[in-house]
């Protein structure tokens, strides 16, 4: 009976950010650095972090400087990483983790 037993995944605190996306045929989530690292069509796009602290706790959007100006701007509550200064974040104590995450800018076109 006890050989039949299985872990219970865990399921990640941010994981409904990423709902609409796992529909995508080519969505990949895999474990990174103790992250969730969110892949479409073969590139990170997203990283879900809920281990340790600020800068380190919320959602991290890799991405160019050249795109920041513009997704900080559609996006509110995105800013640019304190220590990865190519990527943007949100910080999970800033709560702009809500429904308005910033997952529209991860859509395919």
Known sequence: MDALKTKAARIHPFQWVV????EEPSYIQKSMFGCQGCYLHG?????????????????LVPTEKRFHKSL?????????????KKWLSTC????????????ACLRPS
Do not use: T
């Open 72 to 84: 900080c701007r559609d996006h509110r509550g995105l800013i640019p990483h304190p220590v990865l």
């Open 43 to 59: 590139r990170l796009v997203l990283v879900l972090a809920a281990r340790g602290r600020d800068p380190w706790m919320g959602l």
């Open 92 to 103: 999970r104590s800033r709560s702009m983790i809500s429904k308005r995450a910033p997952v």
């Open 19 to 22: 709902g609409p996306l796992e």
